[in-house]
C-alpha cells in the first residue's frame, strides 16, 4: 500500500507523530464506511475503479450514493451488498471522491474522501530524464532527455513543437533568458545557447561534461555554469564570448545560484573540492571560500535577506553518516547546520513563511525553520532517496510541497498541522514506471506542475485551486525560467555574529563575541549604545566588559564595520553547559552630519542572540599511575 509516514525527527523532538497517507487502498478509519479506487493516479482519460465498502458487522445497506468529487452528476446503486462498485473516467486534476451507503429508515453513513490524481499529459522522450523542466516567457516548457535531444513542448497539449539534437546525454537543466534564449549544457561537452525557434544562437566547447545547470543574471546579459572540469564559466549572453572562468580543486556539479552581499552581485555554487564558492559576478574574484565536510552537489537557494542555503554529501562508502544542510551568511561565515545524516543531493526550497524545504537521500522530506530547527518531517515507507528539489505550491491557506523520490512516486505533502477536512489536505501520489531521481517539479504560472521520470516521460499535472507560492525561493533554480537569479534582496543590519545564534558546544575560554554589520552601514553611522553579555538561569548574571568598533575586509572586496565585546577579565573563562545571551544596542543614525534633522534620526536599534558553552569534561575518578614499564619507555623516549 502506497503510504508516507509523517514524522518529527526523534534525535531533536521527544514526540513521535506518526500520519498514514492513503490513496488507493481501504481508509484506517472509525467510520463504517471505506473506499478504494483502482488505479489511484494515470493519464487523462482515466478510468477508475472504485469500490465502496461497508463493515460486515453493521446492518446491512439498501444503496449506495457516490460522489466522484469532478463535478459530475452523482450516482446510486441500489444493493444490500457489504460492497458496490462503480466506474468513472476522470480528466485531469486532484479529486476526492466520497461514498454514502443508506440504511433502513434513511439512516447513512459517509466514508472519508480518498485521492484520484490525474495528469493532463504527459511526454514520452527516448531517455530517461534527470534534468527538470524550464518555461519560456510564452509558456513553452522545456526539457533535455538521455537521448540527447532538448525538446520544446506545448504546454496545452503536451505537443512537440521542435527538437534539438545534441551529441549526447542532456543531464543539465536549461534556464530561460529574459529574451527566450534557452541555455543548457550536455555531456557532449559544450554549452549551448538556442534561439526561441529552436536555432543554435551560439554554443561554446568547454571541452568537458556539462552537468550543471545555468544561471542568468537579472537584465540577462551573462550566464553563469560549471562544468567537469572543475571550472565556473561566464558567459555574455549575446554573444557567448567568455567573460572569466575560475578553476576549483574538484568538478562543478552544482549549480550557480546568483545573489547580492549588499555591495555587489555574487555567484553561489558548491564544488566536489568540499567547498562552497562565492565569487564576484562582474569578474570572478573570489570573495570567499566555506569549507564542508564532503562532496556539494546540490544548488544553493538565496533567501530574501541574502543567506544561502545549500547541502552537502556523499556518494560513495563513509563511516559515518552526518552531513549536514548549511546556513551561510553573506560574509560567508555559518549562521547554522542542521545534521541530516546521510546528507543532501537535493536543493533546497524556501517557503512564503520562511520554512525551508529539502528532501534526503534516506528518504526523509524536511521542513526547517529559519533557525535550522525541524518544523515537521516525512519520511517515505519504504525509505527512499529524495535527491529531487522541492516546489513549492499553495492551496487555500497553507503551503502544499511537490517532490519526486527514487520510488517512482512524485508526492504532493502538506504540513501535519493542516487538520483533515479544514482545508482539504492537498496530500497525494502519483505513481511513474520508473525511478524519479534528479528531476525536479517547476510550477508555471497557470498552477501546472511539470517533472521529470527515469520512465522517458515528462509528466503535466494541474491539481487544481493551486498556484506558485509567493516565495523568495519556491522551486529548484528560483524560477519557472530557472534563471537561477535572486532579486530584492534586502540585507539586514547585522549580517552575522560570533559565536553563531543557537550555536552549542561554544568554548568556555572564547574571549571575545563579534557583531558584524552590513557593508552599507558605516563607521560613521553607528554608536554603540551597549553591548552585554549575560549567563541565562537561575544564577543569572552580567560578564563585565566593554565593546568597540573597527573596520575588517568584508568578503576580499570591501571593509565593514565589526563591534567586539571583550570581558574585562580576559582569563575568566564561561561557565561550563551555560546559556548565555549577547545583545547590543545601537544607533545607525550618522554622527557627524550636522544636516539630518532629528525628526530624520533613526531611533535606537537593537539586536540580541544566544548560545551555550560546552559540557564540561569529566574527570577520571581512578587515575592510573604509571606502571614501571611505561616509566621505562617514557625513558627512551627522552632519548
Not at 536543493?347 to 534516506?362: E, L, N, R, V
Not at 535527491?387 to 512516486?409: E, I, M
Not at 543590519?493 to 550555536?503: A, G, I, L, T
Request: proline share 6%; aromatic share 12%; with cysteine.
Amino acid at each position: 500500500m502506497p503510504n508516507v509516514n509523517f514524522r518529527l525527527n526523534a534525535l531533536k523532538c521527544a514526540t513521535l507523530i506518526i500520519v498514514i497517507l492513503t490513496v488507493g487502498t481501504p481508509a484506517l478509519s472509525a467510520k463504517t464506511v471505506t473506499l478504494t479506487a483502482q488505479p489511484f493516479s494515470g493519464l487523462a482519460p482515466l478510468e477508475v475503479t472504485i469500490t465502496c465498502y461497508v463493515n460486515a458487522n453493521t446492518s446491512r445497506p439498501e444503496s449506495y450514493k457516490m460522489d466522484y468529487g469532478d463535478g459530475s452528476p452523482e450516482e446510486i446503486i441500489e444493493t444490500n451488498q457489504y460492497f458496490c462498485t462503480f466506474t468513472h473516467i476522470y480528466q485531469g486534476g486532484f479529486f476526492r471522491p466520497t461514498c454514502t451507503a443508506i440504511k433502513e429508515l434513511g439512516i447513512s453513513s459517509e466514508s472519508d474522501p480518498i485521492r484520484v490524481i490525474v495528469a493532463k499529459w504527459k511526454f514520452e522522450t527516448d531517455g530517461e530524464i534527470d534534468c527538470s523542466p524550464a518555461v519560456g516567457p510564452d509558456g513553452t516548457v522545456y526539457i533535455g532527455s538521455d537521448d540527447g535531444n532538448l525538446y520544446a513542448i506545448d504546454p496545452e497539449t503536451g505537443l512537440e513543437k521542435w527538437r534539438f539534437l545534441t551529441g549526447a546525454e542532456i543531464q543539465s537543466s536549461p534556464a530561460v533568458g529574459p529574451d527566450g534564449t534557452i541555455y543548457f549544457g550536455s555531456l557532449d561537452n559544450n554549452f549551448y545557447a538556442l534561439k526561441p525557434n529552436g536555432t543554435v544562437k551560439w554554443s561554446y566547447n568547454i571541452g568537458d561534461f556539462v552537468f550543471s545547470s545555468p544561471a542568468i543574471s537579472a537584465n540577462g546579459r551573462a550566464v553563469y555554469v560549471g562544468a567537469s572540469d572543475n571550472t565556473i564559466y561566464a558567459f555574455n549572453a549575446s554573444s557567448g564570448t567568455l567573460k572569466w572562468k575560475i578553476s576549483t580543486e574538484g568538478k562543478i556539479v552544482s549549480s550557480p545560484a546568483i545573489g547580492n552581499d549588499g555591495l555587489e552581485d555574487v555567484v553561489y555554487v558548491g564544488s566536489l573540492d568540499r567547498n562552497i564558492y562565492a565569487l564576484a559576478a562582474d569578474n570572478g574574484q573570489i570573495k570567499w571560500k566555506f569549507k564542508t565536510n564532503t562532496e556539494v552537489y546540490g544548488s544553493p537557494a538565496v533567501g530574501p535577506n541574502g543567506k544561502i542555503y545549500i547541502g552537502e554529501c556523499r556518494t560513495g562508502d563513509a563511516l559515518e553518516y552526518n552531513y549536514k544542510l548549511f546556513c551561510i551568511d553573506v560574509d560567508g561565515t555559518k549562521s547554522w547546520e542542521f545534521d541530516g545524516g546521510t546528507g543532501f543531493y537535493s536543493s533546497p526550497a524556501i517557503g512564503p513563511d520562511g520554512i525551508i524545504y529539502i528532501g534526503s537521500w534516506d528518504g526523509y522530506f524536511f521542513a526547517l525553520n529559519s533557525n535550522g530547527g525541524i518544523s515537521w518531517a516525512i519520511r517515505t515507507s519504504p525509505p527512499f532517496d529524495i535527491n529531487s528539489s522541492p516546489a513549492v505550491g499553495f492551496s487555500g491557506r497553507y503551503p502544499v510541497l511537490y517532490v519526486g523520490a527514487k520510488d517512482g512516486n512524485f508526492y504532493s505533502f502538506q504540513s501535519p498541522e493542516v487538520e483533515e477536512g479544514t482545508d482539504q489536505r492537498q496530500d497525494w501520489i502519483f505513481k511513474t514506471g520508473d525511478d524519479i531521481l534528479y528531476s525536479s517539479p517547476t510550477i508555471d504560472q497557470n498552477g501546472t506542475i511539470y517533472f521529470g521520470s527515469h520512465d522517458k516521460n515528462l509528466y503535466a499535472i494541474q491539481p487544481g485551486n493551486m498556484s506558485l507560492a509567493e516565495a523568495p525561493w519556491p522551486m529548484f533554480r528560483k524560477s519557472s525560467d530557472h534563471s537561477g537569479a535572486a532579486q530584492n534582496i534586502e540585507i539586514p543590519d547585522v549580517v552575522s555574529s560570533s559565536p553563531s545564534p543557537n550555536n552549542t558546544d561554544i568554548k568556555v575560554s572564547t574571549n571575545q563575541i563579534f557583531v558584524n554589520f552590513s557593508p552599507d552601514i558605516k563607521a560613521t553611522q553607528v554608536q554603540i549604545d551597549s553591548f552585554e553579555l549575560r549567563k541565562e538561569g537561575t544564577d543569572a548574571t552580567a560578564v563585565e566588559g566593554q565593546a568597540i568598533l573597527k573596520s575588517r575586509r568584508y568578503n576580499n572586496s570591501g571593509f565593514h564595520v565589526v563591534a567586539i565585546f571583550t570581558p574585562d577579565d580576559e582569563e575568566l573563562p564561561l561557565d561550563y553547559n551555560a546559556n548565555y545571551t549577547a545583545s547590543i544596542r545601537y544607533n545607525p543614525t550618522p554622527q557627524n552630519d550636522s544636516e539630518i534633522n532629528e525628526s530624520e534620526a533613526v531611533e535606537e536599534t537593537s539586536y540580541s542572540w544566544s548560545f551555550t558553552t560546552e559540557v564540561e569534561p569529566e574527570e577520571d575518578p581512578n587515575p592510573s599511575p604509571k606502571s614501571d614499564w611505561s616509566c621505562f619507555i617514557d625513558s627512551l623516549w627522552a632519548y
